[in-house]
């Protein structure tokens, strides 16, 4: 039985730092922020399209700090190209390994990014600070509504594989759940629309996609709630509850609880109204004094849970 309980988990941790989980957070806001804004899109709605542009720019910005964070948590940060091409003699070429999350992972990123990048620039020409019009009339019809579609499976693997990404390495806690990968993916889009809906309030012409972004915001701070629960639900018979919720990373959960406190207290005590259009939309007091409270809290609870999940598991 002792030798069976050891066999269950890797002897040494990773030794991963605090680059990785910055880039976990980014990576988590890219993805979400992305999928958001593709939804807008596809929506089809005219007023939507403001809410759309803002997504796609946050994701771009987001995204910039992810592979500086790859690269310089590699222990030699120069031969980062090298997950991506394979310089040995007698196998040069893609260095694509589609069993290994760590490769899938690189070239995702690397897949996600050109998306990233081409709604960007359609946003930008979109809102008349580039002045390329055959951007705009590429990506105007079925093919932009195409590649947002696409580009949004990318960023949903971008927001959850690293939740993934941990469950596979057989440390523990990490392996002791399956919930993870929906965890940080249900988490990134919580924190994404909390930013969104912090910034839509600098950009007035997307305004009306505020309701949405509310209501949005608290569903998916249910959702990471709920699969919380299941997180810790799945460790108890695994044995590893105390490492993951032990001390100090208890504080960290709390700090995650707060981020999760304004969405779910929302849905408690949401009122709706009725606009124009006939769609219910909740009211909400417009201070940006509270909203950028409001906001703070979602990112800080994000960002404490990634730390808590991946530290506990290594400082023990």
């Known amino acids: 039985m002792i030798r069976l309980a050891a066999a269950e988990h890797f002897a040494g941790p990773p030794g991963w730092t605090w680059y990785i989980l910055f880039y976990f957070y980014f990576a988590g806001l890219s993805g979400g922020s992305y999928v958001i804004a593709s939804l807008f899109r596809l929506r089809g709605e005219a007023s939507d399209a403001q809410v759309a542009r803002l997504g796609y720019y946050t994701a771009f910005v987001a995204l910039l700090p992810c592979p500086v964070m790859l690269i310089l948590d590699l222990g030699?940060?120069?031969?980062?190209?090298?997950?991506?091409?394979?310089?040995?003699?007698?196998?040069?070429?893609?260095n694509f390994k589609w069993w290994s999350p760590m490769s899938l992972g690189s070239w995702a990123l690397l897949v996600f990014g050109?998306?990233?990048?081409?709604?960007?620039?359609?946003?930008?020409?979109?809102?008349?600070?580039?002045?390329?019009?055959?951007?705009?009339r590429l990506l105007g019809g079925v093919f932009g509504k195409l590649v947002a579609l696409v580009g949004t499976l990318f960023a949903l693997f971008i927001a959850g594989y690293t939740g993934v990404l941990l469950a596979v390495s057989n440390q523990p806690v990490w392996s002791d759940t399956w919930a993870l990968g929906g965890l940080f993916l249900a988490s990134g889009m919580s924190g994404s629309a909390a930013l969104?809906?912090?910034?839509?309030?600098?950009?007035?012409?997307?305004?009306?996609?505020?309701?949405?972004?509310?209501v949005s915001e608290r569903l998916y701070a249910l959702l990471e709630l709920a699969l919380i629960v299941i997180f810790v639900l799945t460790l108890i018979p695994a044995g590893t509850l105390n490492l993951a919720f032990g001390f100090p990373w208890f504080l960290l959960w709390l700090v995650t609880l707060v981020g999760l406190a304004p969405g779910i207290g929302g849905l408690i005590t949401q009122r709706l109204a009725v606009t124009p259009e006939g769609v219910a939309v909740p009211v909400e007091p417009t201070a940006s004094a509270r909203a950028l409270a409001t906001s703070g809290l979602v990112l800080l609870g994000v960002f404490a849970l990634r730390a808590a999940v991946i530290f506990s598991a290594q400082l023990r």
């Open 114 to 136: 050109a998306f990233a990048t081409v709604s960007f620039v359609d946003a930008l020409v979109r809102d008349g600070r580039l002045r390329w019009g055959w951007v705009a």
């Open 76 to 94: 030699s940060p120069l031969r980062f190209w090298h997950m991506l091409w394979n310089t040995t003699p007698d196998a040069a070429g893609l």
């Open 196 to 214: 969104l809906l912090f910034l839509v309030r600098y950009r007035t012409s997307a305004e009306p996609g505020t309701g949405p972004l509310i």
